[in-house]
């Protein structure tokens, strides 16, 4: 429990979703609420829990959403530029039955 006094302070998830933002992640409430949910279970990792609420440590939180981002594949074409009668310039449709 000492170690925990030179660290930066526990976050909730709503404080967690602010810090993200100000860090440049664009994460709604809303989706960092659901990522969480038990039957989800794909959000930031909890650091211990106050009662019945999850908290969080802001600099694994962080770690986590960077972990969640990917790069861009490449040179972005604006939709006109595309041409609709090239099955190579479309991507594939993903299958209703998966």
Known sequence: MGDRMDRKPLMTRSQL???LRANG???SDSSLNKAC???VN???PVECWWGRRPLYDPDKGLAW????TRPV???SVPAAALDV???AGTP???SAIA
């Open 42 to 44: 794909d959000g930031p």
């Open 73 to 75: 594949r490449g040179p």
């Open 92 to 94: 594939p449709l993903r």
């Open 37 to 39: 949910m038990p039957t």
């Open 25 to 27: 992640i664009p994460v």
């Open 65 to 68: 959403a960077q972990a969640r």
């Open 17 to 19: 979703g602010a810090h």
């Open 85 to 87: 009668n090239d099955p």
